[in-house]
């Protein structure tokens, strides 16, 4: 066997094996929503650990983190350290409140919540609509990665929109079977693939081509790019990032529900734990893939022409594609089948969250609000049709090749984290600063001027100043506390939240 | 109180790069910031775990 063929056939193994766990789900689903997506608010320790880390890794950290490694050096590692403890903890944090809400009231989605404490059904809908549409940037960026992953792994013989296309199909084919239970079934499977391949692959990788290791590799850097080797990012974009990636992720509708499947706080509180030590110990093997990178694209080596990364954006539009690359060519090919396959998990279990969950926002906030008397089981169906549908939005815009993952990812957070000012006073309703209407008009006002700052879309729309999408996120959240406090006026204490946090 | 003041401390660290921000001397083969930021690093994953054994 060729090797494109063995490392193609590994991958395929390993989406059956998704497909699989889809099926089983599928047969202890209880045809309930509430089991479809929040497994009956029964999930252990094990499983919430391994679906929030999992799920926060994406296609994001195993592709595009090398990427930046190799463009900006430890730069990213400094932010990204930072970022992850910040959305460990954050999570931990809200995550227990939002959980003890979400049992008391039986939420599913975030927008209930917010609803409810704010009793607004306008901000219901902006909460679904907004989201909804921040999603797209996120399963955009998946899309990216399963079509760099399967283009690369089955060396060129599957085009990478046809690449992105069947491994999108796959993820959603197994949530529609096995709604997010699969889902987080899956994560876990995914989450140890992942971890175990990025290691391998930043260990394999780098002992290749520095056998004496990390300090050949650091004396490398330095004299091909010393500035790798320093914090180049400003101040502001290294407090943008920690916002939009720590904050605004987590905040995302695809981590708050699983924070509803929770079966207590403990669970909630360790699960934090280890998704601490999880993410950020994630960022270490990537940093040696891209520095290595970064070096190899100046010295070439055996194999590796100098200047790749160049003709890597040229074929995929970002230098993304450096992971993949760099594990096709210079492991071995069954190894190089497992790690893709790692790489793929990375993104699917990104990927079937964010389509799970944007079915069930769209389903239940939004046509199940339209038309009251739909059974549970048309609101499924609706759900699993949605759910294709953003699967096939997010294709068709992966297909344009819309840039690096890094900063798409940073739209969909910056949206997510304008939903900080609402969500915190609903979880801390003691002291009450904020109401139904400033909520609506802030998250209104943060979101827009987030959208025309961000260089990808207020560029676009030929908007005379913008900025990278994690800044435009910070300015946005800034001019949604202004206008949330201007245009909201007097607040009043939710009594019934207090005595649900109370108790 | 004395976990605000930790991650109050942890924020300070993480934005004490720029004042650490150099090369020079490497440490381990690691370069000076960049050894920093993995004490740092390593101060942020206790004080998570310090947050769950106290909270």
């Known amino acids: ?503 | 109180m004395r976990l605000a003041i930790l991650y109050a401390v942890f924020y300070l660290l993480v934005f004490g790069v720029y004042a650490v921000n150099r090369i020079e001397p490497m440490i381990f083969g690691l370069s000076f910031v960049y050894f920093y930021s993995l004490l740092v690093w390593a101060f942020g994953i206790a004080l998570v775990v310090a947050t769950a054994v106290w909270r």
Not at chain 1, 111 to 125: G, H, Q, T, V
């Open chain 1, 1 to 503: 066997m060729e090797t494109w063929e063995i490392t193609t056939a590994i991958v395929v193994v390993y989406c059956a094996v998704c497909i699989g766990i889809g099926v089983v789900a599928n047969r202890v689903f209880r045809r309930s929503l509430e089991d479809f997506f929040v497994l009956s608010r029964r999930a252990g320790l094990i499983v919430v650990f391994l679906a929030i880390a999992s799920t926060y890794h994406s296609a994001f950290a195993f592709l595009t983190s090398v990427a930046v490694y190799a463009s900006t050096g430890i730069s990213f590692w400094i932010a990204a350290m930072a970022w992850v403890i910040t959305a460990s903890v954050w999570g931990y944090v809200y995550g227990s409140r939002v959980f003890l809400i979400g049992k008391a009231k039986g939420f599913v989605t975030p927008a209930d919540l917010l609803a409810d404490f704010y009793k607004s059904e306008a901000l219901r809908f902006l909460t679904a609509v907004v989201m909804a549409l921040f999603i797209i940037a996120y399963i955009v960026v998946q899309a990216i990665g399963l079509g760099i992953i399967l283009a690369i792994g089955s060396g060129g013989h599957i085009s990478y929109q046809l690449s992105s296309l069947i491994l999108m199909l796959v993820a959603a084919t197994y949530v529609m079977i096995g709604g997010l239970r699969a889902a987080y079934w899956t994560d876990v499977l995914q989450g140890v693939w992942m971890y175990v391949g990025v290691w391998l692959a930043g260990v394999i990788i780098t002992l290749k081509f520095f056998p004496h290791g990390i300090p050949e590799l650091m004396s490398a850097v330095k004299s091909v790019n010393p500035k790798l080797l320093v914090m180049t990012w400003s101040p502001e974009m290294l407090l943008s990032c920690i916002m939009v990636y720590g904050v605004g992720l987590m905040l995302l509708p695809h981590l708050w529900i699983k924070y509803y499947a929770a079966k207590d706080t403990w669970t909630i509180k360790w699960s934090s734990v280890g998704t601490a030590i999880y993410l950020s110990s994630y960022y270490i093997p990537t940093a040696f893939v891209g520095l290595a990178a970064a070096v190899l694209n100046v010295t070439g080596a055996p194999g590796l022409k100098a200047g790749f990364i160049s003709s890597l954006i040229k074929s995929f539009g970002s230098r993304d594609a450096v992971m993949a690359y760099m594990i096709y060519h210079f492991t071995n090919p069954l190894l190089a089948g497992f790690l893709l396959a790692g790489a793929a998990a990375a993104a699917m279990s990104t990927l079937d969250s964010f389509l799970g969950a944007t079915s069930l926002i769209l389903t239940r906030d939004i046509y199940q609000r339209i038309k009251r008397n739909a059974s549970e089981r048309e609101l499924i169906i609706v759900g699993r049709i949605l759910l294709l549908t953003w699967a096939f939005i997010g294709w068709y815009l992966a297909v344009l090749k819309p840039g690096l993952i890094f900063d798409i990812t940073a739209i969909a957070c910056a949206g997510g984290l304008q939903f900080l000012p609402a969500i915190l006073q609903a979880i801390y309703p003691e002291r009450a600063w904020l109401n139904g209407r400033g909520a609506l008009y802030g998250i209104l006002a943060g979101t827009i001027v987030t959208s025309l700052l961000a260089k990808q879309i207020g560029g676009k729309l030929g908007f005379p100043i913008v900025f990278h999408p994690a800044i435009a996120g910070t300015i946005g959240l800034a001019v949604n506390v202004l206008v949330a406090i201007v245009v909201g006026g007097k607040a009043s204490i939710n009594e019934e939240y207090v005595n649900i946090l109370k108790s």
